[in-house]
């Protein structure tokens, strides 16, 4: 048997696995009393575990354990397979909605000219307008640092100008030889 192969085996084994991992199913159910419920919602009572199973297998379902923690397990009788069919779809419809947050950076000097703060300015409302918080950062070299009130004024600035779109989470603060604050995106 060739390597590949083997590893082959080995991640299906390890996606089976992850998949099962929220119920028991069929004979994987080792209980010996069970509460079981129907593919229409009643409950049918507690009954053994093969009881349930034969019911299910005569309906041409699964049997599935949803509750393993109560007092018999609570067992239900449905189509497993379209269950998690449906699960997966929900899920991705879920993370296709929802929208990750990022940190955008904008690094400026001290000695930044009017028309390059001005692009900065609004590269940094774009990045807010489309939901991402942001950190600006003003770098200071050299004898800059003797000049950090400069920076300081820089960052304000640009708060003051981002103020229609954004907050200003945290006041300009001194890191070592940068001085960044952060801007959220204000809730539409």
């Known amino acids: 048997m060739c390597a590949g192969a083997e590893s082959v085996r080995l991640i299906f084994w390890r996606c089976s696995e992850i998949a099962n991992v929220d119920y028991l199913v069929n004979d994987e159910i080792a209980a010996a009393e069970i509460r079981l419920i129907s593919d229409t919602g009643e409950q049918l009572g507690i009954m053994s575990s093969a009881e349930a199973l034969e019911i299910a297998y005569g309906k041409d379902l699964d049997l599935v354990m949803i509750a393993p923690g109560s007092k018999p397990p609570v067992c ?13 779809k929900r899920e991705k419809e879920a993370r296709k909605n929802q929208h990750v947050i990022e940190v955008k950076e904008i690094r400026m000097s001290p000695s930044i000219g009017e028309n390059d703060f001005n692009t900065k300015l609004r590269a940094g409302q774009k990045f807010l307008s489309e939901g991402d918080r942001l950190k600006v950062t003003v770098r200071f070299r050299g004898r800059e640092m003797a ?4 920076g300081e004024k820089l960052l304000k600035d640009f708060a003051e100008k981002c103020g229609e779109v954004a907050n200003m989470d945290k006041n300009p603060k001194l890191e070592g030889r940068n001085m960044s604050m952060f801007l959220s995106p204000k809730k539409q």
């Not at 449905?78 to 069919?85: L, S, T």
């Open 76 to 88: 239900k009788i449905m189509d497993y397979g379209k269950y998690r069919f449906e699960q997966a």
């Open 147 to 150: 000049h950090t009130n400069i």
